[in-house]
């Protein structure tokens, strides 16, 4: 079934530690996204990709990185991690057409003590 | 600038209740209009979409939503709410470059 999926689910670490993000989709979708999300609050695009060796940075400004080495991979990378990264990290993919209908993974919930 | 608002964060209605979830727009071209629904702990699912044409869109689950140019509205209706019917519902527009800007939400409580 073609289906994208995040791990993990949900993440509880410390400050300074480096974390990924790992975001996966079986579509063949060219383009995928990372999206942040604050509790109660609307989707904030921090990253996105039109293909392999593809990144581009979104409308927030995001101190994370991403990377796209094969179409069914984007993984998120923190290398510092710190309470302000505490959020929910939500990663989508579509089709390279003109307005393509994006599909959502079921997020990670980050935590930074 | 694209902008959506999403004028009422918490919405409560009956289960049974007919439901209408307001959407009003910005954006200079046509756009193209999405509502998503997200369940706890969950990310989103598309409820329906508009790009052209027929201005009532109808979409998954017994929802629809109606496009209004003249008011820069896309409201989100349902004629009868289920207890399941109970999440997070966002109102999308986007425009030629592909990016998505999304409100800030809605949460359905569902009354018994």
């Known amino acids: 079934e073609a289906d994208i999926y995040q791990t993990p689910r949900y993440l509880v670490i410390g400050t300074g530690k480096k974390i990924t993000l790992e975001c996966s989709q079986t579509?063949?979708?060219?383009?995928m996204y990372w999206y942040q999300q604050d509790p109660g609050m609307e989707l904030h695009l921090i990253h996105y990709?039109?293909?392999?060796?593809?990144?581009e940075k979104g409308d927030l400004s995001s101190e994370s990185t991403v990377s796209r080495i094969r179409t069914e991979h984007f993984p998120l990378t923190l290398e510092s991690a710190r309470p302000s990264h505490t959020s929910q990290y939500l990663c989508a993919s579509s089709e390279l057409v003109e307005r393509g209908e994006q599909f959502f993974g079921p997020g990670t919930r980050l935590t930074v003590l | 600038a694209q902008s959506v608002t999403q004028p009422d964060i918490h919405i409560t209605v009956s289960e049974g209740a007919s439901l209408e979830l307001r959407c009003n727009y910005s954006?200079?071209?046509?756009?193209?209009l999405f509502w998503y629904v997200q369940s706890p702990g969950q990310g989103l699912q598309l409820l329906l979409k508009?790009?052209?044409?027929?201005?009532l869109v109808q979409g998954i689950k017994g929802f629809e939503a109606e496009f209004k140019r003249s008011q820069s509205s896309f409201n989100l209706r349902k004629p009868s709410v289920h207890w399941s019917d109970a999440a997070e519902y966002f109102c999308a527009v986007g425009g030629g470059d592909d990016k998505i800007i999304f409100g800030k939400g809605t949460r359905l409580h569902i009354l018994p």
């Open positions: 954006y200079g071209a046509t756009p193209y």
């Open positions: 508009y790009f052209s044409g027929d201005t």
């Open positions: 990709s039109y293909g392999v060796n593809s990144t």
């Open positions: 579509m063949g979708h060219d383009k």
